[in-house]
């Protein structure tokens, strides 16, 4: 288990207290792109599914982390989904 399914899997266990830089580590892992082009916000983004904006503050709000995993969720079903 590498260290951002880890981080994923705390996640879905506890929404709370978790930092940009974690949210930016499983979003390299499943291939969602992130920017932060000098502004408060990073936009995560696949080419799959909505754009998701969050507020680069520590800790995010648990309703941010919910999104951003409901965003992840989406990416990995896409992927099971495609043929190989």
């Known amino acids: 288990m590498t260290k951002a399914e880890k981080l994923l899997s705390k996640m879905r266990a506890n929404p709370r207290d978790w ?8 979003a390299a892992r499943h291939g969602i792109d992130w920017r932060q082009p000098g ?13 998701l904006s969050v507020p680069a ?3 995010i709000k648990p309703i941010y982390v ?19």
């Not at 940009?20 to 499983?26: E, T």
């Not at 502004?39 to 754009?51: A, G, I, W, Y």
């Not at 992840?72 to 190989?84: K, Q, R, T």
Request: no cysteine.
């Open 66 to 84: 919910t999104k951003f995993l409901a965003l992840v969720e989406a990416v990995e079903h896409d992927e099971d989904a495609s043929p190989v």
């Open 39 to 51: 502004t408060s916000h990073v936009t995560f983004s696949h080419p799959k599914v909505q754009p």
């Open 57 to 59: 503050h520590k800790p």
């Open 19 to 26: 930092s940009i830089d974690d949210l930016k580590a499983v």
